[in-house]
């Protein structure tokens, strides 16, 4: 049986109209129930909402693959495609290569964020948190994510990685410039201008490889120069990853801390029961992921013709798997719409993915987030929102549902 999305659904899920991107949970939620499996033809993109078919797809990397991961969702222009072959737009950066050449890629990572490897960073990350809460705690009134949950996990992505931290802001232009080629549909202008921010970001990531060639350190840049040398991995390789880690290591993270902060501060009994007992703090983190997934969905490829709850989809189509729709499926979590950190089993979520691919910066990410709350609850207990505070979420595709344009 081919697609046969009511055409209501279908527009409903068309992921450029501003109520979508504010709030998709009510559209995942008729997906689910509906459609779990959807041709939506303006953006030309297959969307799988059901739980089962997602986890089938993510688990199935034969016939959903990852190769086209890092090419955009939407047609560039022959200008824009010009200007990336001065760049390593689609090169293999773990993300997007499959099995088994994967794992030669994951061989270059895990070792730097595995348990034993991220205990020697707790000192760092007390201090870095430390530090930023002293730049704010006597203001009065603070921007949580540009002062705290944005500048942690990227102080030390750049530490790790061996980028300067005073590029950070500079870097962080590039890499939303970047992202946004990926994910939305630019003008012209603004496909050419993102890529030539791509050809920027390549050359400073190859500038930071030749300069450890050099000077050698104890970080990923050196380590990745080290692995060019011998062979393990190409230079445009090696670049892509570390243009890959730079946005994959912080942004997520900085919205994993923002929406479960958030989330506790609005619901004010929540936030003191983790004041009074942090102990609840790692099933709050999980909660936050499970609430508001930082990655709402994952981009795959089909490399042959797959029916899939019951839906056939074609070669060669373009899929995104939307964990955002299975975290609020009522079959997996009762009453899925209330955020409640007093879950059993709070961490079965699909938040850092499923199979081959499941991120291989969990473990830092929940590190940082866990000093973060910690800090947090120990030094500013009294910590409220905003009167009528109320979030913005900018247009992210069918990959993200944050605040990832503000400051
Ligand atoms: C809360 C924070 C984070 C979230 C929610 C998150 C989410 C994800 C998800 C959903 C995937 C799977 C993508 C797919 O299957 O297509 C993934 C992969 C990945 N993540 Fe994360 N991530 C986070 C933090 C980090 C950090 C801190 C790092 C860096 C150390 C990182 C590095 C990676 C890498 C390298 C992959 C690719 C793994 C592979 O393809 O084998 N992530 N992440």
Redesign the pocket.
Known sequence: MHDQTPSDLVAAMDPSRAAFHQDPYPVYAEARSGAPVAYVPSTGIWVISGSAEAEEA?RDTQRFC?RY?LHSDYPLSDECLRVLENSHFTEQA??N?DPPD?AR??GL?TP??GRSNLSTKLPLIERVVGDLIDGFIDDGQVDLQARLAYPA?MTL?CN?LGVPVSDHMRLRELCDQWVALLALPLSDEDQIAAAHSVVELDAYCGQLLSTREQSPEDDIATELARSVRIGRATRGEAIAIIR??LF???E??K??IVHTVHNLLRDRPLWEAVVNDPALIPNALEEG?RFE???QG???QTTTEVTIGGVTIPPSARVHVI?GAVARDPARTPEPDRFDIGRPNGARH?????????????P??RQ??RVVLEHLVARIPGLSLRKGFTPRFTQGGYIFHATWRSA
């Open positions: 993510l990852n991961n773990i993300f290569v994967h890629m994951r990572l730097w964020f996990p992505v790790t890959f880690l994959a290591a912080h997520s993270t919205n994993m992921l997934p930082p990655i994952m981009t795959r964990i699909l938040a850092f993915g499923l199979g081959a691919h499941y991120c291989v910066g969990a830092l990410a940082v987030g």
